[in-house]
């Protein structure tokens, strides 16, 4: 069999267009685009899971509607840019021999994992808040240490690389066609950004064709990522929630002792890991008063516990920050209107400056530790 001479196969694709400061300018666009993915995504996992020694602030209010927002949007829109650099750099990555010493087998490696790595975040990243799931890992834990391989392989490669980078990155490029494809990607991107911001970005919703969520449509004019039948949850007229745990005064309350308690208003949004978010106004009793009157200590940890039987959120820990807040609520009500089944009815959680997926549904026990 004879191979083909990849060097001969490379240069059949050069183009006008390409240059080392066009890569150079490609590659500085990508690297604050991925530093702000990993440092967003950082945010939401840690959110998310917490150490057990950090205690998560819960103001500002929209801070994680605001990261989590810019992870996703900003990921979705570093697309055409990805696509731009690895076109820019095509010949390159043929190179042939594939290595020449032992160093520049380490640099090559680096350049595999950064280029594997950032196609797989970002194509698994897009199918995941579309719900599409064709492999057989788990999603979350894969891409959070992915991220790491990475911008591990980013940072080695941009300190390889500098000196080239910062010969290329300041001067002006004289060729007026490399600087209109550099305009065109830039365009691109921020298309691809306008036509996404819209689940969360309300002046834009009319041009969110590429947002996986409409924030406008479900029940109660809210999205609904889980509904109550997929979460086997059905009306209960027996129920009652109940405070155990670390308590003073055991608490077991129907529906009814908690509309006749003292209701707060509050004004939170509903953001969600996939990207989306929309703010809705929220009726009920405040949590802190509820677990005072149960005689709990400031400091106490938290769970709540919901009547969903399956699934990785069935529960919650709330820390003492979210809990002691007065914009932390068990809601009865959405946008002046009793709860629906779907959206967490009899009760749910909402709490300032956290994730959706962390606002717990059909809550059936607090539990103190």
């Not at 010949?91 to 160093?103: I, M, N």
């Not at 199918?127 to 790491?148: M, R, S």
Request: with cysteine; charged share 15%; proline share 8%.
């Amino acid at each position: 069999m004879i191979f083909p001479d990849i060097s001969t196969l490379s240069a059949r694709f050069t183009s006008r267009l390409r240059s080392e400061q066009v890569a150079a300018k490609l590659g500085a666009w990508l690297g604050v685009s991925f530093t702000v993915a990993f440092a967003t995504g950082l945010f939401s996992h840690f959110v998310q899971h917490p150490p057990t020694w950090l205690l998560w602030p819960s103001r500002p209010v929209n801070l994680y509607r605001v990261t989590q927002g810019l992870h996703v949007i900003g990921g979705i829109a570093t697309v055409p840019l990805l696509l731009a650099k690895l076109w820019a750099v095509y010949p390159k990555l043929w190179q042939w021999p594939p290595f020449r010493s032992v160093g520049h087998a380490v640099e090559r490696l680096c350049v595999l994992l950064l280029v594997a790595g950032a196609l797989f975040q970002l194509v698994t990243g897009v199918l995941n808040i579309a719900y599409v799931y064709p492999w057989p890992f788990g999603f979350l834990q894969t891409h959070y240490w992915t991220a790491y391989v990475v911008f591990g392989a980013l940072v080695i490669h941009v300190t390889n690389e500098w000196a080239k980078v910062r010969r290329s990155l300041w001067t002006r490029v004289e060729i007026p066609e490399r600087r209109r494809f550099l305009f065109t990607v830039a365009a691109a991107c921020g298309v691809t950004a306008l036509v996404t911001a819209g689940e969360t970005v309300t002046p834009l919703r009319s041009l969110a064709v590429l947002a996986p969520r409409d924030p406008r449509v479900g029940p109660q004019g809210v999205p609904v990522n889980r509904s109550a039948a997929a979460a086997g949850v059905v009306a209960d007229p027996d129920y009652r929630l109940q405070v155990t745990g670390a308590v003073r005064t055991p608490l077991s309350l129907t529906y009814t002792d908690l509309v006749r308690m003292p209701q707060h208003t509050v004004h939170l949004p509903i953001a969600c890991v996939e990207g989306w978010s929309v703010e809705c106004e929220w009726t009920g009793v405040r949590l802190r008063d509820l677990l005072r009157s149960a005689g709990v200590a400031p400091d106490a940890f938290v769970t709540v516990e919901s009547l969903e039987q399956r699934g990785g959120y069935r529960s919650s820990e709330v820390r003492p920050p979210h809990w002691n807040d007065p914009l932390t609520l068990l809601a009865l009500q959405l946008n002046g209107q009793p709860l629906r089944l779907d959206h967490g009815f009899p009760v749910r959680l909402i709490a300032p400056n956290r994730p959706g997926a962390l606002q717990t549904k059909w809550i059936k026990e607090v539990r103190v530790a």
